[in-house]
């Protein structure tokens, strides 16, 4: 239901915000979705205008700015021709910097002192709450801070620090912070033993582990869904021989070794080839050899974007994956000579190509095979500023797809890796 009123719910949003004084661009670019440009508080906005909450999302619609999921907490009625259910969903990016005050990776465990330590959960309990309480920041985010941590030691989902946290210091906090009130969780509900921080693993997808008497649990730690971990997890036990694979297998097995081996762009190009893709055959046949530089060379032939864009039509309809006016404007636009073209070709190629392994079943159920042989855990901590929520799920329960996020402005942004559905 919600899929089928977001028009409805961003066309409500737009025009309480326009009659607010809101200042909101506009674009095409990204698709469907409301964009703002408010410095500060954005929420407080929406607010005035519907019951909603924001998530922000692991992918983004923007080069520069997060990408939010707005949720209509509660019934628009009718009104002004609009009646739109709980729970319709849009996106949301504001272009202004938020003002938080938290910096990437500054609540961290190895920038808290915890990295190379074990701690009982009662020690780690005090060791949190004095850290938070003498942090210098305390009187912006220690409210919230100490909220996360009691509510993570007591195994409650309610969040009471007031409404003052930007969403952006929210984000941060539960990302970098949530790796230890995660542990501090799962001794408490799951796991009796000690949380050990490693100061540097040799398994790339371990945050840390908790000793217990029956064994070691290693855990993985994502904040909302999360950033996609690296394929080179699974090319790495391929190559290592650390999952039995058929003769049959071993075909499947070479495309998840060179995505890895292989540089973003280059891991692309190459596995497209091998599939011999639509995208594929079409860029072949306007560039005889498709390389990047090849792709570059033949977009910078066209001096303005609406004739490259007609040059490339067939290609970009063959994938059923194109790029928005906006960025074809801003690519070729004024003062742009030195911005890079190919991401134009690039990046479609390179969702078109993790369409194409989604729905290779062979290649996916040696993606699980492979994932599903490791002994870690995934845990999930979410949060909308006032409810908490853990979830864990082992490796061996989940199911994986390949992924793919970046856009025409930066193809080589993210390589190819997989994320759990």
């Known amino acids: 239901m919600a899929k089928t009123d977001t028009v409805n719910l961003i066309k409500y949003l737009k025009e309480g915000l326009f009659s607010i004084n809101v200042p909101?661009?506009?674009t095409t670019r990204?698709?469907?979705?409301?964009?703002?440009?408010?410095?500060?508080?954005?929420?407080?906005?929406?607010?005035?205008?519907?019951?909603?909450?924001?998530?922000?999302?692991?992918?983004?619609?923007?080069?520069?700015?997060?990408?939010?999921?707005?949720k209509l907490l509660k019934e628009i009625e009718e009104t002004d021709g609009f009646n739109i259910p709980k729970g319709t969903t849009c996106l949301f990016v504001n272009s202004r910097s938020a003002k938080g005050s938290v910096n990437n990776k500054e609540f961290t465990p190895d920038a808290l002192g915890c990295a190379g330590k074990r701690y009982t959960s009662k020690q780690?309990?005090?060791?949190?709450?004095?850290?938070?309480?003498?942090?210098?920041?305390?009187?912006?985010?220690?409210?919230?801070?100490?909220?996360?941590?009691?509510?993570?030691?007591?195994?409650?989902?309610?969040?009471?620090?007031?409404?003052?946290?930007?969403?952006?210091?929210?984000?941060?906090?539960?990302?970098?912070?949530?790796?230890?009130?995660?542990?501090?969780?799962?001794?408490?509900?799951?796991?009796?033993?000690?949380?050990?921080?490693?100061?540097?693993?040799?398994?790339?997808?371990?945050?840390?582990?908790i000793e217990t008497k029956t064994g070691d649990k290693?855990?993985?730690?994502?904040?909302g869904k999360g950033a996609p971990p690296s394929i080179n997890v699974v090319a790495d036990a391929l190559k290592a021989?650390?999952?039995e694979i058929s003769n049959a297998e071993k075909k499947y097995a070479k495309i998840i070794i060179?995505?890895?081996?292989?540089?973003?762009?280059?891991?692309?190009?190459?596995?497209?080839?091998?599939?011999?893709?639509?995208?594929?055959?079409?860029?072949?046949k306007l560039l005889g050899?498709?390389?990047?530089?090849?792709?570059?060379?033949?977009?910078?032939?066209?001096?303005?974007?609406?004739?490259?864009?007609?040059?490339?039509?067939?290609?970009?309809k063959s994938m059923n994956r194109s790029v928005s006016k906006m960025m074809w404007e801003r690519i070729y636009g004024a003062g742009n000579s030195k911005v890079r073209k190919d991401g134009i070709m690039i990046s479609p190629m390179g969702y078109h190509l993790v369409d194409r392994l989604n729905r290779d079943i062979k290649l996916t159920d040696l993606l699980n095979k492979v994932l599903s042989s490791l002994t870690v855990e995934?845990?999930?901590?979410?949060?909308?500023?006032?409810?908490?929520?853990?979830?864990?799920?082992?490796?061996k329960d989940g199911k994986f797809v390949f992924h793919y996020n970046a856009n025409a402005g930066n193809p080589s942004l993210k390589k190819i890796s997989f994320k759990m559905k």
Request: charged letters at 25%; aromatic letters at 12%; a positive charge.
């Open 24 to 26: 909101m661009p506009k």
């Open 30 to 70: 990204g698709g469907p979705h409301v964009r703002t440009a408010i410095d500060g508080d954005f929420e407080s906005k929406f607010k005035r205008i519907a019951k909603v909450k924001f998530s922000m999302l692991d992918r983004s619609i923007s080069g520069s700015f997060p990408t939010y999921e707005i």
């Open 124 to 209: 780690l309990y005090e060791k949190l709450c004095d850290v938070i309480k003498t942090h210098p920041k305390f009187n912006k985010v220690g409210a919230f801070m100490l909220s996360l941590t009691e509510s993570s030691y007591n195994n409650s989902d309610t969040l009471d620090f007031g409404d003052s946290v930007s969403t952006s210091d929210i984000a941060k906090i539960a990302k970098d912070f949530g790796e230890l009130t995660g542990a501090l969780w799962l001794m408490n509900t799951k796991y009796k033993g000690k949380a050990f921080f490693p100061l540097a693993s040799n398994e790339p997808l371990i945050d840390y582990i």
């Open 218 to 223: 290693k855990i993985s730690a994502k904040a």
């Open 241 to 243: 021989g650390e999952v």
């Open 258 to 284: 060179d995505i890895s081996e292989s540089s973003t762009i280059d891991g692309i190009l190459k596995a497209s080839e091998t599939y011999n893709t639509p995208g594929y055959r079409e860029a072949k």
């Open 289 to 316: 050899k498709v390389t990047r530089s090849n792709i570059e060379n033949y977009l910078n032939n066209f001096p303005r974007w609406d004739l490259a864009e007609k040059a490339t039509t067939k290609f970009h």
């Open 378 to 395: 995934q845990l999930y901590l979410l949060t909308n500023g006032t409810k908490l929520n853990y979830k864990l799920v082992p490796f």
